[in-house]
């Protein structure tokens, strides 16, 4: 997803001559360098001299440093200090722990801990069924990452990954009051992760797992499922499946086509590539035909590696050779999740009329959605600053509020469909349109229907 003007929002406090005309000029300067002042406050005055504190937002860091450049070009202004305030955000941490229950007297430790707790943990001893009930369990999750495919940025390691499971654990909470927790390994082996997984997991009611880069994250996903009681869910895979099928649904309905009838083109074989054909065959998709680095997959290519060789024996009925344009002529949907600018916007014109096209590379999209619009009937993209954003917190959320509501042991792909067509349903027929195929991640609705539909499939 490209960077949205608060992303790189900054705040100068400067210093100027007292004349309140300057600050016009600081607003003019900044204006003028394509800046947008978004708040202006004086922090003191003097006879002698203002202090001031300006807020603007820029398109990105470089756009930053133009704008305070300009501001210094401004005759009788100083500029004292610049202050990012997206790190400012971040100082100290985003989440923290508060306790449920008061500790204010000598009755309440005895309840909450020593001597009350032991009668509360030898209960359990005996009745293992009750630790989700009397414990934290019952509504936490552990979000785990080794650090190896964070966002756009590739392979960080896990304390630079920390600030986005944080992130990640603070939408839990918001969206669906689910305790999250950040646990970032340090190791990339598949053998160490799956362990120190399996030696947290009396702790937590699901697992997340976040931006573990693709082979690994599959056989992680594969063998924690089968070993642990509670339920396994890899985002970048599942939840990116989910929210691409509930905006295909609604795409697909503002041009009056079916699912099972239409053309499918994914560009990217990976985790999520890898997820979406898996959910789009289940959910009814007969065509779909996936292009990555090698080209079209072909089922029967000796070359390719052993999760390319799968994804091809379940893909590409028609046997389609070549690359990215071969497969986009007569295709119905495009759906991008690989790399930034492959798709030049004019091969949207040999796709088949009225064409949907999801370019969703992170941090920037394989098609400019601007530029795609002149050709396709409905685009999407994971960007903010553009209609119909696939943002997978529209999934997560609601996912683990019904599996934890439900005290699943697992997730199916029974599940995942009723995810997806719960997402899809929140938009009302009166409200869809090509601009507006996806509920917005601020509707209360969404987790709620999520996790009802969750919890319907487990019945």
């Known amino acids: 997803m490209s960077a949205t003007p608060s992303s790189y929002s900054i705040t100068m406090r400067l210093h100027t001559a007292p004349d309140h005309g300057i600050v016009g000029a600081v607003a003019t300067a900044i204006s003028s360098a394509g800046g947008i002042v978004t708040g202006i406050d004086v922090a003191d005055s003097s006879h002698d001299r203002l202090v001031v504190d300006v807020t603007c937002s820029a398109s990105d860091s470089d756009h930053s440093e133009l704008l305070v450049d300009a501001v210094r070009q401004v005759e009788g202004v100083e500029v004292h200090k610049v202050s990012d305030r997206t790190f400012l955000l971040h100082i100290g941490g985003k989440i923290e722990v508060r306790s449920k229950v008061p500790l204010k007297t000598r009755d309440d430790l005895s309840m909450a801990y020593t001597p009350g707790v ?47 499971m944080e992130g990640k654990a603070a939408l839990f909470k918001r969206f669906a009051d689910i305790d999250a927790w950040p646990i970032c390994l340090a190791t990339q082996d598949t053998d160490e ?64 086509k079916r699912l099972p009838d239409v053309r499918i083109v994914v560009s990217g074989g990976g985790a999520a590539g890898s997820a979406i054909v898996t959910l789009l065959l289940a959910g009814g998709a007969a065509d779909v035909v996936v292009n990555d680095r090698e080209g079209i997959l072909c089922a029967g290519d000796e070359t390719l590696s052993p999760a390319m060789a799968e994804l091809a024996a379940r893909t590409n009925p028609h046997g389609l050779r070549g690359g990215l344009h071969d497969a986009l002529r007569g295709a119905d949907v495009f759906i991008g999740v690989s790399a930034p600018g492959i798709l030049p916007a004019e091969w949207i014109a040999d796709m088949a009329p009225r064409s949907v096209v999801f370019a969703l590379a992170n941090p920037d999209p394989e098609v400019d959605p601007a530029d795609a619009e002149r050709y396709a009937a409905v685009v999407a993209s994971g960007r903010s600053d553009f209609p119909n954003q696939i943002n997978n917190v529209l999934a997560f959320p609601g996912v683990f509020r019904g599996l934890l509501d439900a005290r699943a042991t697992e997730i199916t792909t029974a599940m995942l469909l009723k995810a997806a067509e719960a997402i899809a349903l929140v938009v009302k027929d009166d409200e869809l349109n090509p601009n507006f195929i996806i509920p917005s991640v601020f509707n209360p609705d969404v987790p709620k229907a999520v996790a009802a539909a969750i919890r319907g499939a487990d019945a």
């Open 118 to 164: 032991g009668r509360v943990s030898l209960a359990l001893s005996k009745n293992p069924d009750d630790v989700r009930r009397l414990t934290i369990k019952g509504n936490s999750v552990a979000v785990v990452t080794d650090g190896s495919a964070v966002l756009g940025l590739g392979n960080i390691g896990p304390g630079a990954a920390l600030p986005v």
């Open 193 to 256: 992760i799956v362990k120190a997984v399996e030696m947290i997991a009396p702790g937590f009611g699901g697992i997340n797992l976040e931006d573990i880069a693709a082979p690994r994250c599959f056989e992680v996903e594969r063998r924690l499922r089968a070993s642990l009681d509670i339920p396994v869910f890899h985002d970048d895979q599942h939840g990116t499946a989910i929210v691409v099928l509930a905006a295909l649904t609604n795409a697909l309905r503002c041009v009056e």
